[in-house]
């Protein structure tokens, strides 16, 4: 494999990784250890692999199922809700337009499938109804392929991944908030104005914030328009000198907030026509390190 090859294949098994994972540093783990063990084979061994690239989607979608199943048992002690990593586009931070091919949040292909809603819809599934759907039906890997990941008959991950597809068409067809609308409520949480924020937000809304006990936010979700905006006016009036700005996250229109110049919270939104319905806000500090500009 050669190094234009590598740097192709390691964006798709990132793509991959990323999906299955919700984070953007585990991703990063995953392929690299799956890298280690090719180039930990002896050289007869890598020789008789065909496929170099099948060889390590597999080895990379075992270790992302082994990490699934070990994340589940983590969970259950996490300290308020969880959240996935929300996704930077960096390109937005320096205004060039281009990304750093070298950072791995800037080789995730931004789409409907690393959307918030999306990926919080994968949190539901079974650790093998994830990895058999996002193969499947997202990577459109073949179900041949997708057994020798979760070491099953290819009808056996056929029913786990229609299982997951159940799941999705359960949960509501998820809509991105306009950029206008995120623009709107901006605006109004910096003017602190209640009733404008009322007034972009969906009587039944519901924001979930993510902390992981690290920094101090809800640990259930606020639920309705009317306590969601008074939440955030409070945040407004508590922390002074926070500075919000409009950015891509996850492809779609989200805010970030930034104090002394470090990034403190990711907010990403779902909407319906010109209100905000949801809101999932990931304050976290581990999950904010693709968010830090990078030096130079």
Known sequence: MGAVEDQAERRQLLNVAYRLLGSVTEAEDAVQDAYTRWYGLPDGRRAEILLPGAWLTTVTGRICLDLLGSARARRERYVGAWLPEPL??????????????????????????????????????????RVAFVL?????????????????????????????RRRVSAARAPAPVRADVVRRVKEAWESKDIAALVG?????????????????????PVEGGPRIAQYMTAIAVRAPGLELL????????GLVARREGAVVTVAAFEGDGDRVTRIWVVRNPEKLRPWTPQPS
């Not at 292909?109 to 109804?129: I, K, Q, Y």
């Not at 409009?246 to 229109?253: D, M, T």
């Open 200 to 220: 972009l937000l969906d009587p039944a809304a519901v924001m979930t914030a993510d902390g992981g006990g690290l920094v101090g936010t809800v640990l259930r």
């Open 88 to 129: 930077p586009d960096r390109a937005e931070w320096d205004g060039t337009g281009e990304a750093d091919p070298v950072d791995p949040a800037d080789l995730i292909v931004r789409d409907e499938s690393v959307a918030m809603a999306f990926l919080v819809v994968l949190e539901t599934m079974t650790p093998a109804e």
């Open 246 to 253: 409009e950015r891509s996250v996850n492809g779609l229109p």
């Open 136 to 164: 499947h039906d997202v990577f459109r890997y073949p179900f041949a392929e997708i057994a020798e990941v979760l070491g099953r008959t290819p009808a056996a991950c056929k029913q786990l991944a229609a299982s997951a």
